[in-house]
């Protein structure tokens, strides 16, 4: 059974740091573009970055690029989210997604909270 589990979120002050994890299992990993989105209170879900399985290829959303950066250990089924420089429009549920590379087909992780608040 396929599982996305996030960790890592929690209060930071604006100006901080943070960094996500989720834990993969129950699928090959490598099949997966690995995605981070995010929903803020009130708004839609939305695309925050992603990674390709096998050339390590990244994509960002605009108002992320510059500030976070999405890596994955293919050996331990991880992907991680290292934010920097957060801002209370960062304040949101940040969700890790699993993309089959051939079928489009999905998983998501339950989410996990960041707030950035002072």
């Known amino acids: 059974q396929a599982q996305l589990v996030e960790s890592g979120g929690g209060l930071v002050q604006p100006g901080g740091s943070l960094r996500l994890s989720c834990a993969a299992s129950?699928?090959?990993?490598?099949?997966?573009?690995m995605n981070w989105y995010r929903q803020a209170p009130g708004a839609e879900r939305e695309f925050v970055a992603s990674?390709?399985?096998?050339?390590?290829?990244?994509n960002y959303a605009d108002s992320v690029k510059g500030r976070f950066t999405i890596s994955r250990d293919n050996a331990k089924n991880t992907v991680d989210l290292q934010m920097n420089s957060l801002n209370d429009e960062d304040t949101a549920v940040y969700y890790c997604?699993?993309?089959?590379?051939?079928?489009?087909?999905?998983?998501w992780g339950q989410g996990t909270q960041v707030t950035v608040s002072s």
């Open positions: 997604s699993a993309r089959n590379r051939y079928t489009n087909s999905r998983y």
């Open positions: 129950g699928f090959t990993f490598t099949n997966y573009v």
């Open positions: 990674i390709e399985p096998i050339t390590r290829a990244t």
